[in-house]
């Protein structure tokens, strides 16, 4: 009983100065910022990869369906979810409803989507594939050179990075998912609050 409440109390003393030393750290401008927390990982994005520290994505020109030059500087203060696909890629296929609901539902949150395709027959292969499949809302990019592939130093398809509001790489999911659900808007979420 007597070293119960030792023990306690040597615990609650070591957890006080920890939160002394933290405070004063604060403070004094020491304690990194709030921003520098990983987004809660869990559930269907459990095997999302987070970049620590984060990192600046390398510069990449790719074309929207228009033909114009793109570059990820355009989006420079948004949250980008940058996904790579292709027309042949069964996962792919199987997540692009989810980005396209995630670009509808937070594109007014400061979120933007950039889905990018990696067909080397660039819009003669994308378009009739987005006609086919109904997708209206979901903003598609033509990269038929694999630039932003090796960009990313991406191993496959589909490979999905989340770009904090600098440009910088918080993380990757390289496989499908439902980026609409709520595990993933929980990762996107907790990046636009940096």
């Known amino acids: 009983m007597k070293l119960d409440f030792?023990?306690?109390?040597?615990?609650?003393?070591?957890?006080?100065?920890?939160?002394?030393?933290?405070?004063?750290?604060?403070?004094?401008?020491?304690?990194?910022?709030?921003?520098?927390q990983k987004p809660p990982i869990a559930g269907d994005m459990k095997d999302f990869i987070t970049a620590e520290p984060a990192k600046p994505v390398q510069a990449f020109v790719i074309t929207d369906l228009?033909?114009?030059?793109?570059?990820?500087?355009?989006?420079k203060g948004k949250v980008v979810v940058l996904n790579l696909w292709a027309t042949w890629c069964v996962p792919c296929i199987k997540e692009m409803p989810s980005l396209e609901r995630l670009s509808v539902k937070m594109k007014d949150k400061g979120?933007?989507?950039?889905?990018?395709?990696?067909?080397?027959?660039?819009?003669?292969?994308?378009?009739?594939?987005?006609?086919k499949h109904g997708l209206k809302a979901l903003p598609i990019y033509l990269d038929p050179k694999g630039a932003v592939l090796k960009a990313i130093a991406g191993r496959g398809l589909p490979t999905t990075l989340v770009i904090d509001k600098e440009g910088r790489e918080i993380g990757r999911l390289e496989g499908d998912a439902e980026w609409d659900g709520p595990h993933a808007v929980a990762i996107i979420e907790a990046v636009l609050k940096q």
Not at 119 to 130: A, E, S
């Open 6 to 36: 030792l023990l306690t109390s040597a615990g609650k003393g070591i957890r006080d100065r920890a939160w002394s030393v933290a405070l004063f750290a604060a403070i004094l401008g020491l304690a990194g910022p709030v921003s520098a």
């Open 66 to 75: 228009e033909g114009k030059d793109v570059t990820l500087d355009a989006f």
């Open 111 to 131: 979120v933007a989507v950039m889905s990018v395709s990696q067909d080397r027959g660039g819009m003669k292969q994308v378009g009739p594939f987005l006609d």
